[in-house]
């Protein structure tokens, strides 16, 4: 057996995952694999699914159909369903879940204390999980009396302090302000490379899920648009929802007139009538066929503006097209505009130096994007949910994200 493989045996495993609320289903037929020590998130919109996916695992929800496992053992079969407080999962929610009347020390303590370990001895691994999260100092405080993200530490520290084989994260860092969040966010990635923890973290921000997992699951609407790492879900969306939710994208379509070895040839008549775009091959395989119809994708920051705001009076060439400037934001390194090429309103960023010139609305300029700077998917892949239940579960889902328990303490 090799390693891969070890690592999913110890892992999770969901199988055909459906489940709903009343007569709305909220996931369809979701399949994951979570390598042991893995850091994985489920990202997408609100009501997409990935609250309730989660709750499934933790138990907190009973599916209508699939197979969940951990580490070997079924948690849920559509004949067996084990209890929260007997699956090895710890769970990490949005609103912190600290005990009031009970000291940071206390609160660490207290899943050690159900799971019977003697007091000397889980007062010394609560205080060494303190130690980890940096609050050893204050183990004798009440956790209410702590910041927001001090508390969440202690959350966080509960968690560990058992040794699960899985920690859930539910939004935890989405009641902190932005720059305790970011902070918080690379703490929470330090520790679990340190301890080794398998984590599956829940979230709406794209920041968050780029910067801390190995790899990401993108959901709409209860069905998974597209599993990566963070790299490939930037640099190669699979469709149009993954393209536009994760950052920002123009998405233009096009058709293949052409196939070489290095590249591959794209008209697209939408942003001007000579428009033609060559997209470089990252494999021999990464190809469509000529004639096919695709998604062109490039991101805002992809584009290459020149200095020179004046409308050049040389016809654009391969990779090139003509664009009017609808609106600049000067953001001090670089402008935010839109421009109207075509049929489309483009994003594009442009970065700033000391020269630059204060761009001029309604100017017409060639804007340029090279091979490498262009990435495709097949036209019809949309990200769409086709059984239209998926708008009716956000208050559901959201609902769904209040605690009703602590899972081991």
């Given at each position: 057996?090799?390693?891969?493989?070890?690592?999913?045996?110890?892992?999770?495993?969901?199988?055909?995952l459906v489940a709903g609320y009343g007569g709305a289903r909220a996931v369809s037929d979701v399949n994951l694999e979570i390598g042991r020590s893995e850091f994985v998130t489920l990202l997408g919109p609100s009501g997409c699914g990935k609250t309730?996916?989660?709750?499934?695992?933790?138990?907190?929800?009973?599916?209508?159909?699939?197979?969940?496992?951990?580490?070997?053992?079924?948690?849920?079969?559509?004949?067996?369903?084990?209890?929260?407080?007997?699956?090895?999962?710890?769970?990490?929610?949005?609103?912190?879940?600290?005990?009031?009347?009970?000291?940071?020390?206390?609160?660490?303590?207290?899943?050690?204390?159900?799971?019977?370990?003697?007091?000397?001895?889980?007062?010394?691994?609560?205080?060494?999980?303190?130690?980890?999260?940096?609050?050893?100092?204050?183990?004798?405080?009440?956790?209410?009396?702590?910041?927001?993200?001090?508390?969440?530490?202690?959350?966080?520290?509960?968690?560990?302090?058992?040794?699960?084989?899985?920690?859930?994260?539910?939004?935890?860092?989405?009641?902190?302000?932005?720059?305790?969040?970011?902070?918080?966010?690379?703490?929470?990635?330090?520790?679990?490379?340190?301890?080794?923890?398998?984590?599956?973290?829940?979230?709406?921000?794209?920041?968050?899920?780029?910067?801390?997992?190995?790899?990401?699951?993108?959901?709409?609407?209860?069905?998974?648009?597209?599993?990566?790492?963070?790299?490939?879900?930037?640099?190669?969306?699979?469709?149009?929802?993954?393209?536009?939710?994760?950052?920002?994208?123009?998405?233009?379509?096009?058709?293949?007139?052409?196939?070489?070895?290095?590249?591959?040839?794209?008209?697209?008549?939408?942003?001007?009538?000579?428009?033609?775009?060559?997209?470089?091959?990252?494999?021999?395989?990464?190809?469509?066929?000529?004639?096919?119809?695709?998604?062109?994708?490039?991101?805002?920051?992809?584009?290459?503006?020149?200095?020179?705001?004046?409308?050049?009076?040389?016809?654009?060439?391969?990779?090139?097209?003509?664009?009017?400037?609808?609106?600049?934001?000067?953001?001090?390194?670089?402008?935010?505009?839109?421009?109207?090429?075509?049929?489309?309103?483009?994003?594009?960023?442009?970065?700033?130096?000391?020269?630059?010139?204060?761009?001029q609305i309604g100017a017409e300029q060639t804007l340029l994007i090279t091979p490498e700077n262009l990435t495709w998917f097949p036209r019809d892949n949309t990200g769409a949910h086709d059984d239209g239940e998926g708008s009716a579960l956000s208050?559901?889902?959201?609902?769904?994200?209040?605690?009703?328990?602590?899972?081991?303490?």
């Amino acid at each position: 057996m090799n390693e891969v493989t070890e690592q999913v045996d110890d892992g999770l495993v969901v199988k055909g995952l459906v489940a709903g609320y009343g007569g709305a289903r909220a996931v369809s037929d979701v399949n994951l694999e979570i390598g042991r020590s893995e850091f994985v998130t489920l990202l997408g919109p609100s009501g997409c699914g990935k609250t309730t996916t989660l709750r499934c695992v933790a138990g907190l929800h009973l599916p209508q159909s699939g197979e969940i496992t951990l580490g070997g053992e079924r948690l849920y079969t559509p004949a067996i369903n084990v209890p929260p407080h007997k699956r090895d999962i710890n769970m990490v929610f949005q609103s912190y879940a600290v005990w009031p009347h009970m000291t940071t020390l206390e609160n660490v303590m207290y899943g050690l204390k159900a799971k019977k370990m003697p007091k000397a001895q889980a007062r010394a691994k609560a205080q060494q999980m303190l130690e980890l999260v940096g609050l050893a100092e204050f183990a004798g405080r009440h956790a209410t009396d702590l910041s927001g993200g001090q508390q969440q530490r202690v959350a966080l520290a509960r968690a560990l302090a058992t040794e699960p084989s899985l920690v859930l994260m539910d939004e935890p860092l989405s009641n902190l302000d932005a720059q305790l969040r970011a902070r918080m966010r690379e703490e929470i990635r330090q520790i679990q490379r340190r301890t080794g923890i398998t984590v599956l973290y829940v979230t709406h921000d794209q920041s968050e899920a780029l910067s801390m997992s190995d790899r990401v699951v993108v959901m709409n609407q209860g069905v998974i648009q597209q599993v990566g790492d963070p790299w490939a879900l930037y640099h190669r969306p699979e469709n149009a929802f993954v393209a536009t939710f994760v950052g920002e994208a123009n998405v233009v379509p096009g058709t293949v007139t052409g196939v070489g070895a290095d590249a591959f040839t794209v008209r697209v008549p939408t942003l001007g009538p000579e428009t033609v775009l060559d997209i470089a091959r990252t494999t021999a395989a990464d190809c469509p066929s000529k004639g096919d119809a695709v998604s062109v994708v490039f991101r805002p920051e992809w584009v290459r503006v020149p200095d020179d705001m004046s409308p050049s009076s040389a016809s654009p060439g391969r990779n090139e097209f003509r664009a009017r400037l609808v609106s600049s934001e000067f953001l001090g390194d670089h402008f935010e505009r839109t421009y109207a090429a075509g049929e489309h309103r483009l994003h594009v960023q442009a970065v700033t130096g000391p020269t630059s010139r204060p761009p001029q609305i309604g100017a017409e300029q060639t804007l340029l994007i090279t091979p490498e700077n262009l990435t495709w998917f097949p036209r019809d892949n949309t990200g769409a949910h086709d059984d239209g239940e998926g708008s009716a579960l956000s208050s559901r889902e959201d609902a769904a994200e209040t605690p009703t328990t602590v899972l081991g303490g």
